[in-house]
């Protein structure tokens, strides 16, 4: 019987963990990732603390260090089912089954897809949605990302270290990302930004050859020559494990207090998997460690 599980090693689980560990629970972190939404970030430039930036997977290993120095456990398997009816909870991995007083999930989010044809055909084979694991293999190469949000310009940016072209594919009329990043997108000889553009279809046969995209102002199609595309269009909620459980709103997101607590006692939410928390690391994680607050306080007061 553990005290507290947390389903979810990114950047709301490992505060969570932190917390938790804090108050001498040893919480159990089970996840099949370590750092989740945060290993993807290719260059963290406004987490406080380090005004040079930070590598997305180092402040997630840092995270980490932090929890054990303060007991917690890790077992990184994919937790596949949640048992809430009753005492004690239950969750399930692909290594069995583990009994908890108190369970916070702080399971992340995915990425959105574009579904266009190629895109599951060509995944692993071109389509990416991390630059910061695949941009190392185009080198030279000539390469696009869809999206217009900050991450899609962040890893546009990164992705000029290694790529001879960056293509930046929005099909807004002007992009969502901060005006710092959009300077620097402009200023970069190597990236070219084309907005109200559309991507009809991922081109190839055994590896990605190009796009097929058009234009939403006179409905023109054209080619776009690339050996690799990056695809940042949002995220969408990782809340399989509790659809049955808890309410959702109408995108998927859970609905919980601001403490993370849901109708069921003892099992929290933390992390952009909660409705009305930013996808932004540092309200990931002043989200779980409220999570971990709120879930100790339940364990002191529980029989």
């Known amino acids: 019987m553990e005290e507290l599980v947390i389903v979810g090693g990114g950047p709301a689980g490992l505060s969570a963990a932190i917390y938790a560990g804090r108050y001498q629970r040893r919480p159990l972190v089970i996840s099949d990732e370590l750092g989740g939404q945060l290993a993807l970030i290719a260059e963290l430039d406004n987490y406080p603390g380090f005004p040079e930036g930070v590598v997305g997977y180092h402040l997630a290993d840092l995270m980490q260090q932090h929890a054990l120095r303060f007991g917690a456990q890790f077992r990184f398997q994919r937790v596949h089912h949640l048992e809430l009816a009753g005492k004690p909870l239950r969750v399930v991995d692909d290594e069995g089954e583990v009994e908890a007083k108190a369970v916070i999930v702080a399971s992340g989010t995915a990425p959105r897809k574009l579904d266009v044809p190629g895109e599951e055909r060509l995944m692993g084979r071109g389509v990416s949605y991390c630059a910061t694991c695949d941009g190392p293999f185009y080198q030279g190469k000539a390469v696009a990302v869809v999206g217009g949000s900050s991450y899609a310009a962040e890893d546009a940016l990164a992705l000029t270290r290694f790529a001879e072209r960056v293509t930046v594919v929005h099909d807004g009329e002007r992009l969502n990302a901060d005006a710092a990043l ?122």
């Open 182 to 303: 959009q300077a620097q997108l402009e200023a970069h000889p190597s990236i070219e930004v084309l907005t109200l553009t559309e991507v009809m279809d991922i081109q190839g046969e055994e590896a990605v050859a190009g796009l097929r995209l058009r234009s939403r102002g006179n409905g023109a199609e054209s080619d776009l020559p690339v050996e690799g595309v990056f695809i940042f269009r949002g995220r969408v909620p990782n809340s399989a494990l509790l659809r049955d459980w808890v309410p959702l709103d109408e995108q998927g997101y859970v609905l919980a207090d601001e403490t993370g607590r849901t109708p069921i006692p003892g099992l929290y939410v933390a992390g952009s998997v909660r409705a009305g928390t930013s996808s932004q690391v540092v309200t990931c994680v002043g989200s779980g460690a409220s999570a971990a607050m709120a879930a100790e306080r339940y364990l002191q007061e529980a029989p």
